[in-house]
Structures are given as structure tokens and as C-alpha cells.
């Protein structure tokens, strides 16, 4: 019967800590999007070919040489 009440008790810490951190994320607004990800699986991926990887790592490089 002892362990019934260990196990109550540590349940309850345990679903305490959650809410907590439910709160927490909540508070800082990770959940305010509920739009987006339910669109964004209707849109196709850009596919990047070997021309446009090497043209992004020039834009990069002149953008660093210019710092």
C-alpha cells in the first residue's frame, strides 16, 4: 500500500513540472502560429540544382569580403 502513495505522490510532482513548463512555452508565444504549419505542407519545396548552390556561395563570399 506504501508504494501506492510513493507513486501518487511522484505522479503529481511529475505533472506538476509539466504544467509548469506548459505555461512557460505558452507564455512565450511558441504557440501563437497555428496557420503556417498547416499551409506550409501545401507548397512545394524550392529544389536547388549545383548552379544555384555555387551562385548563393558567391553571394556569400562577396558579402563577407565587403565586412
Do not use: C, H, N, W
Amino acid at each position: 500500500m506504501e508504494v501506492v502513495y510513493i507513486t501518487i505522490g511522484v505522479s503529481i510532482i511529475v505533472a506538476i513540472f509539466f504544467f509548469i513548463v506548459f505555461i512557460k512555452s505558452v507564455k512565450s508565444g511558441q504557440y501563437e502560429d497555428t496557420y503556417t504549419p498547416s499551409v506550409r505542407m501545401l507548397f512545394d519545396d524550392e529544389l536547388v540544382t549545383p548552379s544555384d548552390k555555387d551562385k548563393i556561395k558567391d553571394k556569400e563570399s562577396k558579402s563577407e569580403s565587403t565586412k
